[in-house]
DNA sequence: GACGTGACTAAGCGCTTGCTTAGCATCTTT
DNA sequence: AAAGATGCTAAGCAAGCGCTTAGTCACGTC
């Protein structure tokens, strides 16, 4: 059983050393908790049991952490997405399947979820490139799922952008308040966010099932 | 014409000196920006074009500042749902209401509306508890207009305390997105906002007009 | 015209920050 | 066994932080 924040940044298993994850999980904690200006680099050494010059070896600045985390979380929630575009047989099995993992990540890993989407105003300019185009290619799965079932009768909705911004809006959203101690499991709240997503989207009634 | 932050804040009004509206309105320009960790005493000074001793002269400490923001926006918050529980005719009515204006609100004023959803960590503890209980009257009140609507047949959810979690969170989560340079007016995306929130409770759909 | 008051500034204090330097123990290579 | 690489620590530097101090200036009061 891997923790949460590990599962979030690496579904298949990462590459780093031992100490550089550590320090990188050390580094999730703290900037979910506290916030990325108010975590010391001390913070994040003490954490993962080091002194303040260590993380030097493994990071080049704290920035840099940052980036790495922010990146690795963005490219995990792509292949999710388009997992489950690849996987549902038609639009209303595909975004069922997308809204439910696309919560699911949010809410499991929370604290990742926390730094990949109200941090990016912290990030050196060129990672936030890299990962603001990474947010488009999200958005646009969502979105192309959403034409697609529209087009097929499936889906109505009166602007096809705003209710794709509604749906990884709410998903985002789980990451800023869900807990360890919420009452759902992550698995629970998918299901009954899928289900609400898919009658926000109009589609028909009998697919949804209650 | 008043600027969106004022509007957001004060809806009647506010009772502050002209000074200590103007360092009020550029605190909440800078934390909305860079946030609040990132913001220095000097930056809100510079900006409301003061020395940054004279801050000081107006409020005793950078936490007090942040403090007032979201107490106040808390406040504007929990009337604006308050008054959208008292007018509606019946649930749809009301959850259509309060869906639009805690739309409208969050993106018209979304840089007060950041601050009061994603500085919470940063408030002085008792500032903090003053705003949590404000965060849960305005769930409360969503939840009881889902709960009559359930009551009176209008509306079909699975679990009433998630379809609430559902509706503000999605409202809550404009103020993250949602700029000057969006191409939906606030007003347009409120109307778009309560239709789908309207749909997502399962309200007839008739009743809800495309 | 002396005095008090309220809004402000210039200067700076003590502390914390991100990051660097210099050095040390342990392992690997030859 | 000498030499180098590796992974770490103790100490500390320059810069920037929140906030304070001491003083200035415009204004109203007696």
Redesign the interface.
């Known amino acids: 059983m891997t923790d949460p924040a590990t599962a979030a940044l690496w579904p298949g298993g990462g590459e780093r050393t031992e100490t550089a994850r550590r320090l990188l999980l050390a580094a999730v904690d703290s900037f979910a908790?506290?916030?990325?200006?108010?975590t010391t680099t001390r913070d994040i050494a003490t954490a993962a049991g080091m002194s303040p010059a260590a993380l030097y070896i493994h990071y080049p600045s704290k920035a840099a952490l940052l980036a790495e985390i922010s990146r690795t979380g963005h490219r995990a929630t792509l292949e999710l997405v388009e997992r489950a575009e690849a996987a549902g047989a038609d639009p209303v099995e595909r975004m069922r399947a997308l809204a439910e993992s696309f919560t699911v990540w949010h809410a499991r890993g929370h604290t990742v979820g926390r730094i990949v989407?109200?941090e990016l105003?912290?990030l050196p300019e060129e990672d936030f490139a890299a990962v603001a185009e990474l947010r488009i290619r999200i958005e646009e799965t969502v979105l192309r799922i959403i034409a697609d079932g529209a087009a097929a009768g499936l889906f109505?909705?009166?602007?096809q952008?705003?209710?794709a911004?509604?749906v990884t809006?709410?998903g985002?959203?789980?990451s800023?308040?869900y807990t360890e101690r919420s009452?759902?499991s992550p698995e629970e709240?998918g299901r009954?966010?899928g289900?609400?997503?898919l009658?926000?989207?109009?589609a028909p009634d009998g697919r949804i099932g209650?």
């Open positions: 908790r506290r916030g990325y200006h108010a989407n109200n105003h912290a109505r909705v009166p602007d952008r705003t209710a911004r509604a809006s709410l985002i959203d789980v800023r308040w009452s759902e709240l009954r966010y289900q609400l997503v009658r926000m989207l109009g209650d």
